[in-house]
C-alpha cells in the first residue's frame, strides 16, 4: 500500500505543485544554452589551438 501512496502523492506534486516553463521560455532557455555552448567551444578551439602553436614553437627551436 505504500508503493501506491507513493504514486499518488508523486503524481500528485507533478501535477499540482510544479511549475512548468512555457513554450516561450523553454525556446528561450534552449536558445541560452545554444550560445553558451557555443562560445565555450570557440574559447576551447582557441585555447587548444594556441597551446598547438606554442609547443610546436618550444619543440622548434631544439630540432
Not at 501506491?4 to 513554450?23: C, G, N, R, S
Not at 534552449?30 to 570557440?42: E, G, H, N, P
Amino acid at each position: 500500500m505504500k508503493i501506491k501512496l507513493y504514486f499518488q502523492e508523486a503524481f500528485d506534486e507533478l501535477v499540482h505543485k510544479v511549475t512548468w516553463p512555457t513554450w516561450k521560455e523553454l525556446q528561450s532557455s534552449a536558445l541560452v544554452v545554444m550560445v553558451a555552448s557555443l562560445i565555450i567551444s570557440l574559447v576551447i578551439f582557441v585555447m587548444d589551438l594556441s597551446f598547438r602553436n606554442i609547443m610546436e614553437f618550444i619543440y622548434g627551436l631544439f630540432y
